[in-house]
């Protein structure tokens, strides 16, 4: 279903074919929500089928052909009243997190190496965030232009603010992320020094 709506709200901003909509969904939505190429195009074919979208046949080159959708109201209605409900939070699977509550099986290089992984997937999607946010509220996103063009002046600055709110939410998030990993492997070096001093009192001597 948000795949769906996610491509209702990329068709918002302009027509599109199958492919723009492939490349548009990387460069903005696919940040927020994920979804394989693969699952596009037949995403697309039933939006039309419901009435959600209209397909049109253009020119690709001098012989080709290819279909460029566009929104119809009835997909205008149906976006209208997805945003409208409340949307109830749920709990997430984090194997991670999963894997973290167990780190007693683990050697402490493998847990080192896991929560390494951890911070730095999140140092890099944080970099990504914040770049998209600036990008965002600088109005250099190609696609948010083509969206302003279609609203009203007054309602542009809303536009631009919503979607750079949307962004700092999983800036906060990486943030957090990083600082969890930075924690464990705090923990495992005080675990580390705690049970290095136990051995070494433990010896003849000590």
């Given at each position: 279903?948000?795949l769906?709506m ?7 901003a ?19 929500w ?19 979208v ?20 009835a997909?205008r ?16 699977r ?37 770049k ?31 979607k750079?709110?949307a ?6 998030r ?26 070494a ?6």
């Amino acid at each position: 279903m948000s795949l769906r709506m996610a491509l209702l709200a990329l068709l918002a901003a302009q027509p599109m074919t199958g492919f723009d909509a492939m490349r548009q969904f990387d460069a903005s939505v696919g940040y927020l929500w994920q979804a394989p190429h693969t699952q596009i195009y037949p995403e697309l074919r039933k939006l039309e089928v419901a009435g959600l979208v209209q397909g049109q046949e253009v020119p690709r080159g001098e012989h080709a052909r290819k279909r460029r959708y566009s929104l119809t109201e009835a997909g205008r209605e149906q976006l209208r009243a997805w945003v409208e409900e409340v949307e109830e939070p749920r709990r997430e699977r984090d194997p991670t997190r999963l894997k973290a509550a167990y780190f007693e099986w683990a050697s402490p290089q493998a847990a080192r190496a896991q929560l390494e992984a951890h911070a730095r997937y999140h140092r890099d999607a944080l970099a990504s965030y914040e770049k998209q946010r600036e990008d965002i509220l600088a109005r250099r996103v190609p696609l948010l232009l083509a969206r302003l063009e279609r609203t009203p002046p007054g309602e542009q600055d809303g536009v631009v603010e919503f979607k750079a709110f949307a962004y700092s939410g999983f800036i906060a998030r990486a943030r957090a992320e990083v600082e969890w990993a930075q924690e464990g492997l705090r923990l495992l070096d005080r675990l580390h020094k705690e049970r290095s001093e136990g051995e070494a009192a433990e010896q003849p001597g000590a």
